[in-house]
């Protein structure tokens, strides 16, 4: 292993000489098929994981449910003091995790780390949420009765969590799961397996050292195999799954025939748009950021980009300069801007959509390209110049604007009235992040109003992307609907009960309803 990889998998205390055990339920196992860790920036092998087998999912899936009968009478504060004990955890690892996430999953060192903070951030707020977790009073017609709305745990949850963000989007869903007295099953993507067992040990030394069972917290890592046994399952109450709108509605189907919970977190397909008001020194490195960090690879990366006609060759110009500028490196390295796409395939992908811009006439403005002459060991890496492609004309319903390519492709699309825009930004199939730039009221006031944004996160001044935990996260329309994080999200990973009281000495129907003669 490179020196480079073997510190950073030392400081976790990750063990990469041998075999690595892939599944957690109180105990490490693991003998199903092997999964690989590929570094995105040099194609090395960091590490083989075992990892579940059908018969390691099964019994994982019981230790959850028996995680579950013991947690859920753990009063909900206690759970927020040991939640509190995780934030501590994380943060004390919050250097060599974001170092991990660089590693495995190729997002720049100030973003790896920037995903720890975000764990950290939402325990945070479950810790605060553990001793708000209200339900409440309702005012009952009948004299002497009082109706209750009680929350209460709700089972066993799933998270089935994507390879672009391998830490905290799990972070979001165990932070609630756990403040909510559930068990949480994590499936995470096969090929960010490092970040999975890393963030398993921290959290179940804390559950240990707190007498909890470790299937409170269970990790089963696998494929489409494992990853459909535990989505079938009607031993689990709920799915939060994170992905391909492809994947997302067999899940929603396959969950909501068994009458199951589901989430589901899907494609974005986001869109800035600029007004000729604009800051444009804000907005234009906004838009960089947007759609370049990350490589592309958020949800919520700025893939549409719609400039009004008064400001495009003044707003390209500076974008194109800022594109570039942008160097790849080893996003390991603090000076790096620009890392490697996560997969080999994801290439394909970025292939594909050049390829369909350039067939349907678009103007490469620049990028277009994978990188050729990079030097060792760079050169084993998924490196993909960002690129800005102007189509011939903005057509919603055209691919090229209606599918969500999972790389640093910007499409630009030109508008006279904000009304146009916003028919453009809502024309797609998808509807999770949107970004308005302007310094009129007017605008902002119809954004986010009834004929604006129809997406779940409608931002002013502020890019697409990068959201904080605070407020509810999700997206609209094939964007699934779900809200994971802050808000009213939490909501979701309880069972609600209406339980109606009766203090009195007589038995009164409801709506006046006589029942005797
Ligand atoms: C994702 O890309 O799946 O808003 C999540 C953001 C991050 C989360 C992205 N806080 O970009």
């Known amino acids: 292993l490179s020196s480079r990889a073997s510190t950073i998998l030392h400081a976790l205390d990750i063990r990469s000489d041998s075999e690595l055990a892939g599944v957690y339920d109180g105990e490490w196992t693991g003998s199903g098929e092997i999964l690989e860790s590929v570094c995105p920036t040099t194609g090395e092998v960091l590490a083989r994981v075992k990892s579940a087998t059908p018969a390691e ?13 013991v947690f859920r009478t753990v009063p909900a504060p206690k759970r927020g003091e040991i939640l509190r004990q995780i934030r501590e955890a994380l943060a004390a690892k919050r250097d060599d995790l974001g170092a991990l996430v660089s590693l495995e999953m190729g997002k720049i060192r100030t973003e790896g780390e920037g995903e720890v903070q975000e764990f950290v951030d939402i325990v945070d707020y479950a810790v605060g949420l553990s001793r708000m977790m209200n339900g409440r009073v309702v005012a009952s017609e009948r004299p002497g009765h009082s109706i209750l709305e009680v929350p209460n745990p709700l089972g066993v949850v799933a998270v089935l969590s ?44 804390v559950l240990e050292k707190n007498g909890v069972p470790g299937a409170v917290a269970g990790l089963v890592t696998g494929g489409k195999v494992v990853g459909e046994a535990v989505v079938g399952s009607s031993d689990v109450d709920m799915v939060s799954f994170t992905g391909s709108e492809a994947i997302g509605r067999e899940v929603g189907k396959v969950v909501q025939s068994r009458f199951g919970k589901v989430l589901l977190e899907l494609g974005g397909n986001n869109a800035a748009i600029v007004m000729p008001d604009a800051d444009l020194n804000m907005a234009i490195p906004a838009v960089f950021f947007g759609a370049v960090g990350t490589a592309g690879q958020r949800c919520t990366s700025t893939r549409r980009l719609y400039l009004h006609s008064s400001i495009v060759q003044k707003f390209l110009s500076r974008l194109e300069s800022l594109y570039q500028s942008v160097r790849p490196g080893d996003p390991l390295d603090r000076s790096t801007l620009l890392g490697p796409l996560h997969t080999r395939a994801a290439v394909g992908i970025y292939h594909d959509a050049v390829d ?14 994978p990188y050729t002459d990079l030097p060792a060991p760079l050169n084993g890496g998924n490196f993909v110049r960002p ?42 199939p998808q509807g999770l992040s949107s970004s308005l730039w302007t310094r009129d009221i007017r605008n902002v006031g119809k954004w986010i109003g009834p004929v604006g944004s129809d997406a779940g996160i409608v931002n002013v001044n502020v890019g697409t992307s990068g959201a904080e935990i605070g407020a509810a996260f999700g997206g609209n329309k094939s964007t699934g609907w779900g809200r994971e994080s802050g808000g009213d999200a939490w909501k979701q990973y309880v069972r609600w009960s209406a339980c109606t009281l009766n203090f009195s000495d007589e038995a009164p129907l409801a709506q006046g309803v006589q029942f005797s003669n």
Not at 356 to 369: F, N, P, S, V
Not at 405 to 424: M, N, R, S, Y
């Open 387 to 428: 690129t800005i492609a102007i189509p011939q004309e903005v057509n919603v319903k055209d691919p090229v604007w209606s599918t969500e390519t999972f790389a640093p492709v910007l499409k630009v699309g030109v508008f006279d009235e904000l009304e146009q825009a916003i028919e453009w930004n809502n024309g797609v």
């Open 162 to 205: 994507a390879f672009n963000f391998p830490v905290a989007v799990y972070g979001w869903n165990l932070a609630l799961s756990l403040a909510a007295g559930n068990a949480t099953l994590w499936k995470p993507a096969p090929s960010t397996p490092l970040c999975s067992i890393a963030v398993t040990k921290i959290v179940s030394s």
């Open 57 to 69: 999912v099964e019994r994982a899936l019981e230790r959850s449910r028996e995680a579950y009968k």
């Open 356 to 369: 369909h811009l350039l067939k349907t006439g678009a103007e490469i403005l620049t990028g277009g390209a």
